[in-house]
């Protein structure tokens, strides 16, 4: 098994993901804080998305990147997804009296 960018980009979002949540959930039990289901799902996704993050800022300067990666609409579509949930759970908050 060879590591090149399509293949580090599929394995990533997942290793991210579950180590922010790994490590969030360490910390909220340690602190006897409690975790919800909807701060995982929130860390999961932010986690998961970094590297989709990392990837469209280098496409940014060279955009060739991007056609490398043979699932890159899956991958945007997910950090659409990240984005739109973010703002709307920001306007939620920001809002609430």
């Known amino acids: 098994m ?3 960018l399509n293949t580090c980009i599929k394995v990533s979002p997942v290793v991210c993901g579950l180590i922010v949540m790994l490590t969030v959930w360490g910390y909220r039990a340690l602190k006897s804080k409690p975790v919800t289901v909807e701060d995982m799902f929130v860390v999961g996704i932010t986690g998961s998305s970094f590297p989709s993050g990392v990837l469209f800022i280098f ?4 955009s060739s990147m991007l056609v490398k990666v043979s699932e ?3 991958y945007i ?3 659409g997804c990240a984005v739109l ?3 709307g759970k920001t306007v939620r908050e ?3 009296a």
């Open 85 to 87: 949930y973010i703002t």
């Open 2 to 4: 060879t590591f090149d």
């Open 72 to 74: 890159a609409p899956v």
């Open 94 to 96: 920001k809002t609430k």
């Open 59 to 62: 496409a940014a300067f060279d």
């Open 77 to 79: 579509g997910i950090a």
